[in-house]
């Protein structure tokens, strides 16, 4: 592991890319990646996330709340009370991981009934959504490491105004070593299988933004310009919301051109400028391996949401994210535009998901 992080840095300081060499430039906040219409202002943070319940809503029929619904391919059945209960978490295809722990379907045991479990947000499979972290085949240390640092305060967003990050907090000061640890090797030992459909557009389909959460395809006809964004939304809203189906996927339009070019980013750390290239940043093999899928204690990038990418490499950045081997990767983003790194997340996500299963490293305790 130290060969592999001084390789790295020996390849940044080659590349021109030290952080005492460069003078970051930090464009505005890449408003798709939090999916918000709006830069944020000073003194905006977080509302509280509402603690998982089983109440009614107010606002919603009764019945409808309470009756029994099915998805194709599952005999579970469940009503929309059920879905929404954050601290029981449904499962509506158990044969597709292992059984989940109780970390993992009610949360760290420590915060009893108001605890959310892992599965909630991240889904039963890991596969997450844009609105948080792809959290399947990941290793197992890098995971912990994770948790950890959520804990400790050194991973928080760029936009104050991002609820589920706080929420990360907490749940990671309550969860015990033994709970990290059961939660990593859970998530671990889930193959990455394809999630995202990846789609070159200049004009896509009207959408609907929901404001820090996600944009629903309001449209069918391409009639909005996508002017430079990516825009990740599920292929049918109520599946994904409604029933949080974990079987059914996304959509990510990306900027015509967008993944040749971050293609050549990620192979070579190089841009075209006036037909010659030009070094901008360190080749991800160099940590992520060869087809991003992993090294060691490094992350799988490929196949993974662009919106959850895209924060990460800004978190970098900003230093929001300042967690273990963050010092690393603050050299190898620094050099880069918002468009650039756009351009990156566009043809990670497009890589197709490996067909082997995942490997797991020796868990940290």
Not at 162 to 176: E, F, Q, S, V, Y
Not at 332 to 353: F, H, Q
């Amino acid at each position: 592991m130290k060969r592999l992080v001084f390789a790295l840095a020996t390849a940044a300081c080659v590349a021109g890319i030290t952080s005492s060499s460069i003078l970051a430039q930090v464009e505005p906040l890449p408003l798709w990646a939090w999916a918000r219409s709006t830069q944020p202002q000073p003194g905006d943070k977080a509302a509280p996330q509402a603690p998982p319940t089983r109440n009614l809503r107010p606002n919603e029929d009764p019945k409808e709340q309470t009756m029994l619904r099915t998805v194709e391919g599952s005999s579970a059945k469940y009503s929309l009370v059920d879905i929404r209960d954050g601290h029981n978490v449904i499962d509506w295809f158990p044969q597709d991981h292992p059984v989940m722990t109780p970390i993992i379907k009610n949360g760290p045991a420590s915060m009893g009934e108001v605890a959310r479990g892992c599965g909630s947000c991240h889904l039963p499979n890991g596969k997450g959504r844009p609105e948080n972290a792809p959290v399947s085949a990941q290793p197992v240390n890098y995971f912990i490491q994770q948790l950890r640092d959520f804990a400790a305060g050194r991973r928080v967003s760029s936009d104050p105004r991002k609820p589920n990050t706080p929420t990360m907090g907490i749940l990671a000061r309550a969860m015990t070593e033994e709970e990290m640890r059961q939660a990593a090797e859970y998530f671990a030992a889930i193959p990455w299988t394809p999630w995202i459909k990846v789609v070159e557009a200049e004009l896509i389909p009207e959408m609907e933004l929901e404001e820090g959460n996600m944009y629903i395809t309001h449209g069918k006809e391409p009639t909005e310009k996508l002017a430079g964004r990516i825009v990740e939304t599920p292929v049918d809203a109520w599946q994904a919301n409604g029933l949080r189906n974990p079987h059914s996927g996304w959509i990510a339009y990306v900027p015509t051109g967008s993944i040749a070019r971050g293609k050549r980013l990620v192979d070579t750390g190089e841009v075209m400028v006036g037909g010659k290239p030009v070094r901008k940043t360190t080749a991800c093999a160099t940590c992520h391996g060869p087809d991003m899928q992993g090294m060691g204690d490094f992350p799988a990038i490929g196949s993974r949401s662009p919106s959850y990418m895209m924060r990460q490499l800004y978190d970098f950045k900003t230093g929001r994210r300042n967690g273990t081997y963050a010092a690393i990767m603050k050299p190898v983003v620094d050099g880069l535009t918002n468009d650039e790194m756009r351009d990156i997340v566009a043809y990670l996500a497009s890589i197709p998901a490996p067909q082997a299963t995942p490997r797991q490293t020796a868990s940290a305790r």
